[in-house]
């Protein structure tokens, strides 16, 4: 994780045409490849935010109060979102989101950043060394590619995507164009967490034997709000993506509106809180067990099948190498089994069983043990620093796409046992290849159906 990535030179030379030949030019526009200056070591980092509703309005705040940096301009589908950015203050809460982050502290005056419609325009300046993508997961994947491939580097929100298909395009271009990608999974660096994670793979509880996981939930069918008009600023067919054009309801953006069902329990949309919540608590659970790289090799469920009507979820298992089992039940923080005793973390303290263990790990905390986990003290501040350096940040393309994948294949298992109307069944999964040795089913739902011109490019 901390090998150095070599300053683009891929796409030096590159003929523009010959990437955006086989692109639907809804999704590729002429110029969007061009070169963009790589920040150097001294020089000030300039941002583009994408998806500005909510934690991309908290992202974009925070990332330009930050020294060295300058946030130039700005794109959301609803146009009235990139126009208030300039202005979050509390009268546009609701308009925002009403995240508690935009209230927060000192607002970053972004009055001269520039504001579009459409994220290709940010694309196309040659000015902007990076992109902030504050979307909702559906649309992740093909900014990330077309911002990798114009020579940007990416900050994330997660889940990373919303599909294990997308996700290794994701990972596939970030590689082919040596973009320093970071996933906003912070709590990879948080130092209670840090702490916990290296304990547990410094053998400090023994073995691990399983892991108590919560019981997230998967996106279901709720019924439809009614349509409402259609705002003129927004673009909602954009807003829909790959999806077919839903008809409009605010509170399918996820508005923060009281008692509404946003576009996350929905699964033409997201992962629900499998891959949402799980995107960060699995996360913890990938590092602790040393499988960045990798994710279990066996799910199933147990239980009644799922039911995507009434939201009748099933119980999820899941086993990785050396036996080591995950339960997902509702425990509110992944805790950690060994046959030494438990650890898991409670705010922003560890709590252990026994108790002393947490007492001794408190006191380790700037001891250098056998096994040290990528850690800094600040998950923005890393990226604009790997930015600089040209190396991977510590929760880099591929750490986000495995912890998500995780969610992604609990999803799996519970549409597989809708389908066949049976729990129980163990689902083989393969990290390296990526698919299931045993279950078609499972597979066909790596990737789901997308219209035209929101296709997944063949090659990145």
């Not at 030096?12 to 969007?32: D, F, K, N, Q, Y």
């Not at 504050?134 to 929100?157: F, N, R």
């Not at 799910?299 to 089992?325: C, H, K, L, N």
């Not at 279950?439 to 790596?446: C, I, M």
Request: hydrophobic share 35%; with cysteine; glycine share 10%.
């Amino acid at each position: 994780m901390n090998g150095k990535i070599t300053r683009r030179s891929v796409l030096r030379g590159m003929g523009a045409a010959c990437l955006a030949a086989s692109a639907a030019p809804h999704v590729i526009p002429s110029g969007v490849l061009a070169w963009a200056g790589k920040a150097g070591a001294n020089d000030r980092i300039v941002l583009g935010g994408v998806g500005v509703r909510r934690m991309g309005a908290v992202l974009m705040q925070g990332f330009a109060r930050l020294p060295g940096v300058r946030v130039a301009a700005v794109a959301d589908v609803d146009l009235r979102i990139a126009q208030a950015i300039a202005t979050p203050h509390r009268e546009f809460a609701v308009l925002l989101g009403g995240h508690p982050g935009m209230t927060a502290g000192e607002p970053a005056d972004l009055t001269s950043v520039d504001h579009y419609q459409d994220y290709r325009r940010i694309l196309d300046r040659d000015d902007i060394d990076a992109v902030v993508l504050g979307t909702p997961e559906h649309w992740h994947s093909l900014p990330s590619i077309y911002a990798a491939q114009a020579g940007k580097d990416v900050y994330c929100e997660k889940p990373l995507a919303q599909t294990i298909r997308e996700g290794q395009l994701m990972v596939q271009a970030v590689r082919k164009y040596d973009c320093v990608f970071q996933t906003g999974t912070q709590r990879r660096s948080y130092p209670v967490w840090f702490t916990a994670c290296r304990a547990v793979r410094n053998g400090r509880i023994g073995k691990v034997q399983r892991v108590i996981a919560g019981s997230y939930g998967s996106p279901w069918q709720p019924s439809m709000p009614p349509a409402q008009d259609i705002p003129a600023e927004l673009d909602w067919d954009a807003w829909c993506g790959h999806v077919e054009p839903w008809p409009f309801h605010p509170s399918i953006q996820g508005n923060g509106t009281a008692g509404s069902t946003a576009y996350r329990a929905y699964q033409d949309f997201a992962g629900g809180t499998f891959t949402c919540t799980g995107s960060h608590l699995l996360d913890l659970v990938q590092w602790a067990l040393g499988a960045d790289d990798g994710g279990p090799i066996e799910v199933w469920t147990e239980g009644q099948p799922f039911d995507s009507r009434t939201r009748q979820a099933p119980q999820v298992f899941m086993r990785y190498p050396e036996d080591v089992i995950i339960e997902y039940t509702r425990s509110p923080m992944p805790r950690f089994v060994g046959e030494k005793g438990s650890l898991t973390v409670d705010g922003r303290r560890l709590v252990s069983d026994p108790p002393e263990l947490a007492e001794a790990l408190e006191q380790e905390m700037k001891e250098d043990l056998e096994v040290q986990p990528y850690h800094d003290a600040d998950h923005g501040q890393d990226w604009l620093q790997c930015i600089r350096d040209r190396r991977r940040p510590r929760a880099d393309v591929e750490i986000g796409h495995r912890s998500t994948s995780v969610g992604h294949l609990g999803n799996i298992a519970r549409w597989v046992s809708e389908k066949t109307g049976e729990t129980g069944q163990r689902l083989q999964w393969d990290p390296q290849q990526e698919r299931f040795t045993n279950s078609e089913q499972g597979n066909q739902l790596l990737d789901r159906p997308r219209r035209k011109p929101y296709q997944l490019p063949e090659q990145v």
